[in-house]
Nanobody, 121 residues
């Protein structure tokens, strides 16, 4: 069974750090586009970071603070989040697949259920 399971979310004060994990099962991450997305209630889901063999892309608001990486041996995707801000508060989702548009969550073949990140000021 193909599955993506996020973990590592929680509550942290502004300036703190969290590392999100996305464990894949039923398929191998290697070779797929992998992405982290986030959504705040009432707002559209936005792409945070995308990784593929051709490179890495970040949304401007997280550049220099967040780092996306993957460990193929563990079949896991990560998002290291440093210098967190209250505006980073959201549900974070991971996704894997071959989207036509890499910043479109709905176009990914596999999508997780999300992990909540809350940053207090």
């Amino acid at each position: 069974q193909v599955q993506l399971v996020e973990s590592g979310g929680g509550s942290v004060q502004a300036g703190g750090s969290l590392r999100l994990s996305c464990a894949a099962s039923g398929f191998t991450l290697s070779g797929y586009y992998m992405g982290w997305f986030r959504q705040v209630p009432g707002k559209a889901r936005e792409a945070v970071a995308v990784i593929h063999s051709v490179g890495i892309s970040y949304t401007d608001s997280v550049k220099g603070r967040f780092t996306i990486s993957q460990d193929n041996a563990k079949n896991t995707l990560y998002l290291q989040m440093n210098s967190l801000k209250p505006e980073d508060t959201a549900m974070y989702y991971c996704a894997a697949g071959w989207p036509r548009r890499i910043f479109s969550f709905d176009e990914y073949n596999y999508r997780g259920q999300g992990t909540q990140v809350t940053v207090s000021s």
